[in-house]
């Protein structure tokens, strides 16, 4: 009796690992590294977490927890709140769309599925504030930041390969 | 590709769901509306933001040491390699420091007695807190540094952030614990400021790049590169005569300045209360809509 219920207990841990793990990399996001320049176009980590999750588990991230993600991201960047949960909504309604797509592929037909999202949200983000801001912003430090989140990729990808293979088989 | 966990979901129902649509569609809305929300009031927010980051700080705090240290380790390596060439540097910068120690203190002293002469009392004395760099929301529109001190600390909204080298940026909010610090680079940063030498008065505008940019100079007045820029006090945000930076570029893009003060490798700001509430008055602040722009 006792060890079914610490079963279920570690079956939800594990099942919640995508989402607190997004959590977290949210936060690891604003971790100065005092890099010069780095803090303007460090990669975007939950953009990252958002489409692997989708792609591969849908189930253990749902459309909420996405959402409440990104707006953790909004309040966490002084930006405009409900910027980032719009996008990464949107990111993870395309990935889910694709997921037949993207079956069987190899790694790097995922990954360039990531840049093509990559840059469709960045345009997006970068109207988005333009709009907000009632003027045409400089769209380079999006594109930066856009293409240094789609050169991490493999690295995090790699990151979340392995906290998968602990997770339960899907049933 | 051979492992299981590698090959994407089989099982997803693609957007099959009619109430799976209808919940994208909703939270899509939600955050549309939210926009829209926060366009309309900065300020809504900015209470559970704050909670938020105060709620994280003591981790941020935690995680933003080792990393400096770590740098702090990289910089000391760095700097062997180049350990003549600075010394040669510094000894001739030394030299002329010097020199202007010496003027400093013939004009220190005759400012001295000038002021007796006039019955001058001076400025209040400055409130200070030396805070902690724990995080970097910047990001592509935004610039912005959270830092570890808050109310507690005695730190307020419009408290100026400044490195030893000069003006970093203004206190946009406060938490218990922590506050964030909008750069003199964030799009959202107008700065009344003089060009040192000529008492020019010009607006100091940040539009997200590294260099702010400086606009609304005085008519006929000549700028030319190295032109030390500082704040003028106009508005009552900052005191007259904090340094910012010089002039830099002069091009297409308009007059750029490099600011003395960098965000980039920083670990400690000191947060000045100057007793001035100026454009973001002490009422206002907590009423009026649009002030956290401060345009």
């Known amino acids: 009796m006792k060890s079914a219920v610490w079963q279920n207990l570690d079956l939800a841990g594990r099942k919640l690992t995508p989402f607190l793990l997004s959590l977290v990399l949210v936060i690891l996001n604003l971790v100065p590294l005092h890099l010069p320049s780095y803090a303007a176009i ?13 792609l591969h588990r849908p189930s253990l991230l749902p459309s909420g927890a996405v959402f409440i993600i990104g707006l953790l991201q ?11 949960a719009a996008i990464l909504v949107i990111v993870y309604i395309i990935a889910v769309s694709q997921t037949r797509f993207f ?19 960045t345009t997006m983000g970068w109207v988005i504030a333009s709009l907000l801001d009632a003027s045409i912003l400089a769209p380079e430090p999006a594109f930066y930041e856009c293409a240094m989140t789609v050169a991490a990729y493999p690295i995090f990808g790699w990151l979340f390969v392995q906290v998968h293979r602990t997770l339960p088989q899907e049933g | 590709m051979k492992e299981k966990p590698r090959s994407v979901a089989r099982d997803a129902p693609p957007m099959r769901s009619l109430a799976q649509r209808f919940a994208f569609l909703l939270l899509l809305g939600t955050a549309v509306g939210l926009l829209m ?30 990393l400096a240290t770590a740098s702090d380790a990289v910089d000391h390596v760095r700097e062997l390699t180049h350990i003549r060439e600075t010394n040669a540097a510094l000894k001739a910068e030394n030299a002329r420091l010097m020199q202007w120690q010496h003027a400093a203190r013939t004009l220190f002293a005759e400012n001295d007695q000038l002021r007796s002469l006039l019955n001058y009392t001076g400025e209040e004395p400055v409130h200070s807190v030396a ?32 490195t ?10 406060t938490g218990e614990r922590s506050s964030r610090v909008l750069l003199i680079s964030d799009l959202n940063s107008r700065i009344p400021v003089l060009i040192e030498s000529s008492r020019a008065r010009a607006v100091l505008a940040g539009d997200n790049s590294r260099r702010p940019s400086l606009t609304f100079v005085t008519a006929n007045t000549s700028v030319k590169i190295g032109l030390r820029i500082v704040t ?13 930076g010089v002039v830099a570029e002069i091009g297409e893009t308009g007059i750029r300045i490099e600011t003395f003060a960098s965000s980039d490798q920083l670990e400690f700001v000191r947060l000045v209360d100057y007793g001035l509430d100026g454009v973001i008055g002490k009422e206002s602040a907590a009423t009026a809509p649009g002030v956290g722009r401060n345009r």
């Open chain 1, 74 to 84: 909004d309040f966490m960047s002084g930006g405009p709140i409900g910027q980032n």
């Open chain 2, 164 to 173: 030893g080298a000069g003006l970093l940026g203004r206190v946009a909010a």
């Open chain 2, 131 to 162: 805070a902690r760099v724990i995080g970097d929301s910047s990001g592509p529109f935004i610039r912005s540094l959270l830092v570890n001190a808050g109310t507690r600390e005695g730190v307020q909204r419009g408290h100026a952030a400044i």
């Open chain 2, 37 to 66: 929300i926060g366009r309309a009031d900065p300020r809504i927010f900015e209470e559970t933001r704050m909670a938020l980051i105060d709620s994280t700080a003591p981790v941020l705090d935690a995680l933003s040491r080792p």
């Open chain 1, 42 to 54: 460090s990669p975007n980590f939950a953009l990252m977490a958002i489409y692997y999750w989708a």
């Open chain 1, 103 to 121: 079956y069987g592929k190899s790694f790097f037909v995922v990954w360039w599925g990531f840049m093509v999202v990559s840059l469709c949200v």
């Open chain 2, 232 to 244: 003028s006090g106009h508005g009552g945000m900052f005191p007259t005569g904090l340094p910012i």
